[in-house]
């Protein structure tokens, strides 16, 4: 079964502070490792990923990805009370049957203080 | 930017009740995807549709489910005898065509309370 553990569960910080999200999976057939951000409905897409060692950046935001520890990290720089939201990490495998699905980790929920 | 539009946003039903959750996916996009995320846990994924017919299915996705591509817009999810444990946040998602339409993007959701 394809795993997903996100780390930590709840980070609260002040505004202005630096923070890392991590996130490990465990899936057969990797295909990519997205990062969504999660406020009150919708997943929002932040980034896609399916190359090691390739960094994604966007703004204060950047994400990349280790193929071979199996793990991804999502840093966000100089943090406002706007970032403050679930970020998930899923990774998209392809299955027996030749299908492409997602798994979600659990999500990690960031406050940020002002 | 094109997205994912999902109706109701929020639907209350009793227990035993058939429920239909539509989605227009966005335009251009090929594979389509019902996900749901009961409140506090993670989301799970349900069912994937490609060329009018579901590839993929999760262990969820019994026989109380079933889905729907009616005509060349909507996308339909629909509950046949909806239990107390349905009750989630179901979100629609879509994918566009070949390796450049990878990013599956998501709707707002519906939000199924079932009481």
């Known amino acids: 079964e394809d795993k997903v553990v996100q780390s930590p569960l709840s980070l609260v910080v002040h505004e202005g502070d630096t923070v890392t999200l991590n996130c490990s999976y465990e899936?057969?057939?990797?295909?990519?490792l997205l990062w969504y951000k999660q406020e009150k409905k919708a997943p929002t897409f932040l980034f896609m990923l399916t190359s090691s060692g390739i960094e994604k950046k966007s703004g204060r935001l950047s994400s990349i990805l280790d193929k071979k520890e199996l793990f991804s990290i999502l840093n966000i720089t100089a943090t406002q009370t706007g970032d403050s939201a679930i970020y998930l990490c899923?990774?998209?495998?392809?299955?027996?049957?030749?299908?492409?699905?997602?798994?979600f980790g659990t999500g990690t929920r960031l406050t940020i203080i002002p | 930017e094109p997205e994912v539009t999902q109706t109701p946003s929020h639907q209350v039903t009793q227990m035993g009740q058939e429920v239909i959750l539509r989605c227009v996916p966005i335009s251009n996009h090929l594979y389509f995807y019902w996900y749901r995320q009961i409140l506090g846990q993670k989301v799970e994924f349900l069912v994937s549709f490609y060329n009018n017919e579901i590839s993929e299915k999760s262990e969820i996705f019994d026989d109380q489910f079933s889905v729907e591509r009616p005509d060349g817009s909507n996308f339909t999810l629909k509950i046949r005898s909806t239990k107390l444990e349905d009750s989630a946040m179901y979100f629609c998602?879509?994918?566009?065509?070949?390796?450049?339409?990878?990013?599956?993007?998501f709707g707002e959701g519906s939000w199924l309370t079932v009481v």
């Open positions: 998602a879509s994918r566009g065509p070949g390796p450049l339409g990878r990013t599956i993007y």
């Open positions: 899936v057969t057939n990797f295909r990519s």
């Open positions: 899923a990774v998209e495998a392809r299955s027996n049957f030749g299908n492409e699905k997602l798994t």
